[in-house]
T-cell receptor
Framework: DTGVSQNPRHKITKRGQNVTFRCDPI?????LYWYRQTLGQGPEFLTY????????KSRLLSDRFSAERPKGSFSTLEIQRTEQGDSAMYLC?????????????FGSGTRLTVV | GNSVTQMEGPVTLSEEAFLTINCTYT??????LFWYVQYPGEGLQLLLK?????DKGSNKGFEATYRKETTSFHLEKGSVQVSDSAVYFC?????????????FGKGTKLSVIP
């Protein structure tokens, strides 16, 4: 297992189009997280899954955003009707069960540019 | 709510210089504290952590001590190398509900010149 994998690495899309990103976590990790990182800022929490259940969503996750983890393995993050403000790095992370101070493993991210 | 404040960058140091990156936090309860590092084109990597007051986290020559009285977790390294050039993020998770969420600072970019 080579860590958390995210695809694509880069995505350029026109405003108004839909985009979907994929995250493959470390296989034994049952927790999966999505974060968004804009230029010059730290990552901000978007949502969290434990197995296939989406247990928490941030207020940042507007109605245009939807995340799924249908079989408790990989996850997808879809953005509908993209806006220029959606341009950011979307980071996925996964972790084992247990206290959060065990730390997470992050993927390299998907950089979205909306033109 | 939780928040993390880091010193503004960028920070430019000569090789073998001493590094300090300041981090202070606001959180309820007893948070766990982390430093993450992001090298160019890569994801975030956990550098070190501390889970209770007066704990010292250390890794790769970097150290940080959890100071509850000053709500701080400053990152230090005695002698930086060119390979330490990266963006460093201070972060925390709270001890209560929602403790799986990491709250990050804005990051501090470090450039080390030979």
């Amino acid at each position: 297992d080579t860590g958390v994998s995210q695809n694509p690495r880069h995505k350029i899309t026109k405003r108004g189009q839909n985009v979907t990103f994929r995250c493959d976590p470390i296989s034994e990790h049952n927790r999966l997280y999505w974060y968004r990182q804009t230029l010059g800022q730290g990552p901000e929490f978007l949502t969290y899954f434990q197995n296939e259940a989406q247990l928490e969503k941030s207020r940042l996750l507007s109605d245009r955003f939807s995340a799924e983890r249908p079989k408790g393995s990989f996850s997808t993050l879809e953005i509908q009707r993209t806006e220029q403000g959606d341009s950011a790095m979307y980071l996925c992370a996964s972790s084992l069960p247990g206290p959060p101070n065990y730390g997470y493993t992050f993927g390299s991210g998907t950089r979205l540019t909306v033109v | 709510g939780n928040s993390v404040t880091q010193m503004e960058g960028p920070v430019t140091l000569s090789e073998e210089a001493f590094l300090t990156i300041n981090c202070t936090y606001t959180a309820t309860g007893y948070p766990s504290l982390f430093w993450y590092v992001q090298y160019p084109g890569e994801g975030l990597q956990l550098l070190l952590k501390a889970t209770k007051a007066d704990d010292k986290g250390s890794n790769k020559g970097f150290e940080a001590t959890y100071r509850k009285e000053t709500t701080s977790f400053h990152l230090e390294k005695g002698s930086v190398q060119v390979s330490d050039s990266a963006v460093y993020f201070c972060a925390l998770t709270s001890s209560g509900a929602g403790s799986y969420q990491l709250t990050f600072g804005k990051g501090t970019k470090l450039s080390v010149i030979p």
